[in-house]
């Protein structure tokens, strides 16, 4: 087809498009920002929510940018019209802003290089496909799905490669005339990219992560413009990446397949090529098996069951940093004063396989993050949470504020602060016996053991008992006590020469941490006593004596 053809054929295809590639060039010009910022996106469908897998996309897309001073935009990309969900791209907006990942730009906030929104810019995808018919790049194909389903049949039955390419891509060379006949009869048609790749050539790239890869060089004359003359993903994303000036494509490995596509149309159509970071899926050990973390089968997979269970989203996002880095997480424990921002993360540092979500671990860095809270900021945090969640405990917690606030920095200011709450709910399950009444109703029924525990003693050792003395003073006297009546000095003693002594000094504090909280572990006892004060601590050792029936 002679080139004024061709352009003919443009404006009969495109005679609304008159805008050229030329008008959006100069529309979204080069971003002003220092060498070697980093300018990445998160490009969800608006499928209803933020799964933990796209979670971890954004927070890796905004991490890079913010530590290079780029940026980090957020692209709804809703080419495909049948996924999409009622309020799905609110839905994404929410989850990202319950993790506070915010974008630089999005249709939400804003920005030069918008809409932000791919069905917002069909008329740009248009214009440059009508360039690419114009140059001799793209064609229009007339074949019915039927004609396919024929061409895949027989590729299938002759064991060839699937697809419309080579002899398959029927209308890749018809005439004008025969266009403009088939046009006249209202014929259906998408536009096809005239692939001028050959799958015996060899194409290479260096993945940020992976390192260098090869591939066959693309030959399928792929669709660019469905019927509707909207855009396949493969065509957006190009354009959009160009024009939005994408610096890094961050996105799961699944992705991996379509780069000599994604190639090929950069090359074809005149743009720089992104740098590619193709992030290893999030798995989960299953029944000795390995597989991807699933948002139909795993409840961990959506982002709302962190809120739901009450894991800080801080502590995600810590946990996140882990499976980003393989060194963060003993950097993080070595730097109780730094945070996320801190850390210079780097693509060298990522995992090609596949990254295993361990609940259990984020459990671990959870309470890393709370024991570095100060008691006041978890009391206010836990606050929050139950206000939603958890409303009756929320009013006890309002009612026992500056005991709770005590009791939360316990054991908060020393080399190894205490690290017994992951979430929000541990509060209650932990701290129960911090609120008279929620100690009442447990009567001793956090108590798994089956000693008993002789109250005459407590009440005598509790009758000497100096509450405004110092940690080191409180020990020495109930040592001298237990000394006293018979025990040990120290379990080392005890049992050298067990026969000689009724115990030691452990068990006589055993005994009272019992009593007064039910239970056999607890942060510092004689803090705890002191902030019960001993009238409490009398009516709880009586409680203990009626459950004991001594």
């Given amino acids: 087809m002679e080139k004024n053809e061709r352009i003919e054929l443009a404006e009969l295809l495109f005679p609304n498009i008159k805008k050229t590639r030329n008008y959006y060039e100069n529309l979204y010009p080069e971003r002003d920002l220092p060498d070697g910022a980093m300018v990445t996106r998160f490009g969800p469908s608006p499928t209803g929510f933020v799964h933990m897998g796209s979670l971890f996309s954004a927070f890796i897309d905004s991490v890079f940018a913010k530590q290079s001073h780029g940026k980090f935009f ?24 319950a993790f506070n990942i915010v974008p630089d730009e999005s249709e939400i906030v804003g920005g030069k290089y918008g809409p932000y929104i791919q069905s917002e810019r069909t008329e740009i995808y248009q214009t440059y496909v009508k360039d690419l018919i114009i140059q001799g790049l793209a064609y229009p194909c007339f074949m019915s799905e039927e004609e396919i389903a024929q061409i895949r049949e027989e590729q299938e039955i002759n064991k060839t490669k699937l697809g419309i390419y080579g002899h398959y891509a029927v209308d890749r060379d018809l005439s004008f005339d025969e266009i403009k006949e088939r046009l006249s009869n209202n014929q259906e048609y998408v ?25 066959p060089e693309h030959d399928m004359d792929t669709v660019l413009l469905k019927k509707d003359g909207t855009p396949t993903y493969h065509f957006a994303h190009a ?13 799961g490995d699944e992705w991996v397949s379509s780069l000599p596509l994604h190639i090929q149309l950069f090359d074809i159509l005149g743009f720089k090529l992104p740098q590619y970071a193709h992030v290893a899926p999030i798995t989960k050990k299953e029944d000795g098996t390995i597989r991807k973390l699933s948002k139909r089968k795993d409840p961990e997979a959506k982002v709302s069951y962190y809120e739901e269970v009450g894991i800080p989203i801080d502590a995600v996002k810590l946990y996140l940093a882990t499976i980003l880095n393989s060194n963060f997480e003993e950097w993080y424990l070595n730097n109780s004063e730094k945070n996320i921002d801190d850390f210079t993360f780097s693509f060298d540092k990522m995992a090609i396989g596949g990254t295993l979500f361990d609940l259990d671990k984020l459990n671990n860095i959870s309470k890393t993050y709370f024991s570095r809270k100060s008691g006041e900021d978890v009391y206010g ?29 316990i054991e908060k200011d020393g080399e190894r602060p205490r690290k017994d709450i992951a979430k929000y709910s541990d509060v209650k399950e932990e701290f129960s016996y911090a609120i008279d ?19 005459n003693l407590i009440k005598e050792y509790l009758e000497e008992l100096d509450l405004t003395s110092t940690n080191d003073e409180w020990f020495a006297g109930i040592k001298k006590f237990a ?4 025990y040990a000095a120290s379990p080392k003693e005890f049992k050298k020469n067990p026969e000689e002594f009724k115990g030691h000094v452990g068990d006589l504090c055993e005994a009272l941490r019992v009593m007064i909280t039910g239970r056999t572990k607890s942060p510092d006892l004689f803090s705890i006593m002191k902030i019960l004060g001993k009238d409490k601590i009398n009516n709880r050792v009586e409680l203990y004596k009626k459950f004991s029936n001594q």
Avoid: W
């Avoid at 957020?74 to 802003?97: A, W």
């Avoid at 949470?385 to 005590?406: A, G, R, S």
């Avoid at 001793?444 to 089956?450: A, H, M």
């Avoid at 000394?483 to 018979?486: L, P, R, V, Y």
């Fill in 381 to 409: 945090e836990t606050l929050a949470y139950t206000e939603k969640f958890d409303p009756d405990y929320h009013k006890l917690l309002v009612d026992n504020k500056d005991d709770m606030i005590k009791f939360l920095s």
């Fill in 239 to 251: 354009i959009d990446d160009h024009l939005m000036h994408t610096t890094h494509v961050i996105r």
């Fill in 483 to 486: 000394i006293d009546h018979g």
């Fill in 437 to 455: 009444n929620m100690f009442e109703k447990e009567n001793y029924s956090k108590y798994d053991g089956t000693k008993i525990y002789d109250v």
């Fill in 191 to 215: 536009i096809r990219l005239k692939s001028p790749g050959n799958s015996s050539n060899t194409i290479e790239i260096v993945d940020c992560i992976k390192g260098k890869m090869k591939f």
């Fill in 74 to 97: 957020l692209r709804i990309e809703d080419t495909d019209q049948k996924r999409s969900v009622e309020n799905g791209t609110e839905g994404i907006f929410n989850d990202l802003n």
